[in-house]
């Protein structure tokens, strides 16, 4: 409608040409835009905005030096947990995303589409730290295993781990696992 508006109103000042010029230059850009939307997804989108649509809730780690909280989101479906951390450009010191997996299982990971090297932490069962992959490589489609069985795995920053102490055999408190305090 303003297009129209606009070409009737300039009719008299620009030529034929000019007109359509403009006209195929907009709809070339409107359909710029809706394909690079369809492309990204508008899950790429809701990454700008405060609510990532992951619930949050809180991860206990107890180390041999203390107690380290982390505010967690919960990938916890199938479809959270292709989408991970993908996209991300920060995430806070003590902010991570934990996958919960029911049964255990041998787990693969990986950083397509994550800007940001992260510590993945692979949780046992009962709450002990199986392992750990420290600075994994932004955007590499290595695949990252558990290498056992595993029903959790907590994605924080890269280098986080090491800053806070976390080592392999500390425990994680979190509802989800059958771990509790030594």
């Known amino acids: 409608m303003a297009t129209a508006r606009f070409l009737r109103r300039t ?3 620009v030529g034929a040409a000019t ?4 006209v195929t230059t907009v709809k070339g850009a409107v359909a710029t835009a809706l394909f690079l939307f369809l492309l990204v997804g508008p899950g790429a989108v809701g990454e700008l905005s405060a609510d990532t649509g992951f619930r949050k809730d809180s991860v206990r780690i107890v ?3 203390g107690v380290v909280d982390i ?3 919960m990938a916890d479906t199938p479809a959270k947990q292709a989408k991970g951390l993908m996209f991300r450009r920060a ?6 995303m934990l996958f919960l997996y029911s049964p255990e299982q041998e787990v693969h990971m990986w950083m397509r589409n994550t800007y940001i090297p992260l510590d993945m932490v ?3 069962r009962d709450g ?7 600075q994994t490589e932004p955007f590499s489609e290595a695949i990252v295993a558990s290498k056992g069985r595993v029903a959790g795995v907590l994605e924080i920053n890269g280098g986080a781990a090491r800053r806070l102490g976390i080592r392999v055999g500390d425990r994680v408190l979190h ?7 030594h």
């Not at 007109?19 to 403009?22: D, M, N, R």
């Not at 995430?91 to 991570?96: A, S």
């Open 91 to 96: 995430l806070g010191p003590k902010e991570g």
């Open 11 to 13: 009719r008299k000042h």
């Open 128 to 134: 002990t730290i199986h392992r750990i992959e420290r």
């Open 175 to 181: 509802k989800h696992f059958a771990s509790k305090p």
């Open 71 to 73: 505010a967690a989101e």
């Open 63 to 65: 180390t041999s030096s």
């Open 19 to 22: 007109q359509a010029w403009f």
């Open 122 to 124: 692979f949780i046992k």
